[in-house]
C-alpha cells in the first residue's frame, strides 16, 4: 500500500465566479480572481491510499462512508487522473479519507477545499505534479476547487476549453502579508440554493449577466490585480464591494429571483460603509458568497478597531469559542467620534446573530503533511 495526506485550503473570491459556459467541463463564463486561506486556521485534510489488494475504490467524508459511484463529478475526477497517470494500467484501487476542520454548516466552499485536496493527493501520488494540469483536475471536481491549487492570490482564466481553463497564481501569500480575512458566520437554518442550479438559471434568464461576463468582468480583473500588485488596498477593496454587489444583484435579476445575504448580512454591508465613510477610505471590504456569511478582507492596521467594533455591534452569548482562527486582537478604544458617527447611520446591536467568527489570513497553497494519515494500514479510516 501506498499512501499520502494532503491538506488544502479554502478560497474566497474578489470577482466571483457565477455563469458556465459548458456545465459538463465546467467552463465559466467570466474569470474570477481569489485570496487563498490560510491552512493554519481552516482546511481539507484527505489522505488517499492505493493497494492492489484493496477490492474496489472506497471513500470516508467527514467520517461516513459515501458512494462514489452516485458521485458523478467524483467519478470523473478519479477517471481523469487514472488515465493522465503513470500508474494508469494498473490495478490499484483507492482508499480516500477526507475530513474537514470546519462544519460544513460553516456554509464556507468546502467543496473546493476538498477537491484541490483530493486532485493533489492523488496526484502527487499517481505523479501527476504539473499544476497547470492539477488545476484542471480540481476545476472537474468543483469549479472553485481549481483556484484552491495556489496560495496567495489566484486568478482563474475562464478559457473556453477544458485545457486552457486554467488557475494562474497572481502573488504568492508573502507578497502581502499584511492581508487579513475575517468571516463571520450567520446564524442562519434556511437552505440555500446550490451553486450549480443558482447559476444555471441565472445564465439562462438574467438579462445582466452577459453585461457582467462581457464587460464588468474584464476591466475588473484588469483593475483588482494592479490594485494586489501595487498593494493598494483601498482600490482592491472598492472592487471586492461591487462584485459581491454586482453578484447579488445577478442573482435578484434571476427568474425566480435568488437571495443568499440575509438581513444580518446587510447589516454588516451598513457596518462595514459607516467604518470607511468615517475615514473617508476603505479600511475593510465585505464579500459573500451564495449564503448570508460575510468575508471581510482587511488589513492588520484596522483589525484591532474593526474587531472591537464588530465585537460591540455582534454581541453573544459564547465564550471565548465565539472567535476562532488565529487570536483575536487586543480589543481597542473607539472613539467617541466614531462611536457617534457609527450610531447616526443606524447600526444596531445585535444579539446572538452570528454563529462565530473566524479570524484568518491568505495563506499558502496544499502541502503534503508528514507522518499523519487519516487511514490505517489496511486502507480504512482510524
Ligand atoms: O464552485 P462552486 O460551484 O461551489 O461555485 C462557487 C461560486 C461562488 O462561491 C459564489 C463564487 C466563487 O467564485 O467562488
Redesign the pocket.
Known amino acids: 500500500m501506498r499512501s499520502i495526506t494532503v491538506k488544502a485550503p479554502v478560497?474566497?473570491?474578489v470577482i466571483?465566479?457565477?455563469g458556465k459556459s459548458d456545465e459538463k467541463l465546467i467552463i465559466p463564463i467570466n474569470d474570477?480572481l481569489?485570496g487563498t486561506l490560510s491552512t493554519d486556521d481552516l482546511y481539507a485534510m484527505t489522505t488517499v491510499a492505493v493497494s492492489e489488494s484493496f477490492k474496489g475504490d472506497r471513500m470516508w467524508l467527514n467520517g461516513d462512508e459515501t458512494d462514489i459511484v452516485a458521485n458523478k463529478r467524483l467519478v470523473n475526477c478519479l477517471e481523469q487522473i487514472r488515465a493522465r497517470s503513470r500508474l494508469a494500467d494498473s490495478k490499484y484501487h483507492i482508499r480516500i479519507c477526507s475530513r474537514n476542520n470546519f462544519p460544513t454548516a460553516a456554509g464556507l466552499?468546502s467543496?473546493?477545499a476538498g477537491y484541490a485536496c483530493l486532485v493533489y493527493a492523488l496526484g502527487t501520488l499517481f505523479g501527476i505534479d504539473d499544476r497547470r494540469e492539477l488545476s484542471i483536475l480540481a476545476r472537474m471536481g468543483?469549479?472553485?476547487?481549481i483556484?484552491s491549487i495556489y496560495g496567495g492570490f489566484v486568478q482563474w482564466i475562464a478559457g473556453d476549453k477544458s485545457d486552457n481553463s486554467i488557475a494562474e497564481q497572481v502573488v504568492d501569500h508573502k507578497y502581502w502579508p499584511e492581508m487579513r480575512v475575517v468571516i463571520l458566520v450567520v446564524n442562519d437554518k434556511e437552505k440555500e440554493t446550490g451553486?450549480?442550479s443558482g447559476?444555471q438559471n441565472s445564465v439562462q434568464t438574467s438579462p445582466l449577466i452577459s453585461l457582467r461576463a462581457n464587460t464588468v468582468v474584464p476591466q475588473r480583473m484588469k483593475d483588482i490585480t494592479e490594485a494586489i500588485k501595487k498593494r493598494d488596498f483601498h482600490q482592491f477593496a472598492m472592487i471586492t464591494m461591487r462584485d459581491s454587489n454586482q453578484?447579488h444583484a445577478i442573482c435578484q435579476d434571476t427568474w425566480p429571483p435568488i437571495r443568499y445575504m440575509n438581513d444580518i448580512s446587510w447589516e454588516i454591508v451598513r457596518l462595514v460603509h459607516s467604518f470607511n465613510d468615517f475615514y473617508a477610505r476603505n479600511r475593510v471590504a465585505y464579500t459573500f458568497?451564495?449564503g448570508p456569511n460575510a468575508c471581510l478582507y482587511l488589513l492588520d492596521e484596522a483589525l484591532p478597531e474593526f474587531f472591537t467594533l464588530i465585537g460591540q455591534h455582534f454581541t453573544t452569548d459564547q465564550g471565548a469559542e465565539y472567535v476562532r482562527g488565529q487570536l483575536p486582537p487586543a480589543k481597542t478604544n473607539i472613539s467617541a467620534d466614531l462611536t457617534a458617527y457609527v450610531g447616526s447611520r443606524g447600526n444596531k446591536v445585535h444579539h446572538n446573530a452570528l454563529k462565530y467568527v473566524i479570524n484568518t489570513k491568505v495563506g499558502d497553497g496544499p502541502l503534503v503533511v508528514e507522518g499523519e494519515s487519516l487511514l490505517n494500514d489496511t486502507g480504512l479510516p482510524k
Request: charged letters at 15%; a positive charge.
Open positions: 478560497n474566497i473570491a466571483k465566479y457565477w474570477s481569489s466552499a467543496s473546493a468543483s469549479g472553485s476547487a483556484r451553486s450549480t447559476m453578484f458568497d451564495a
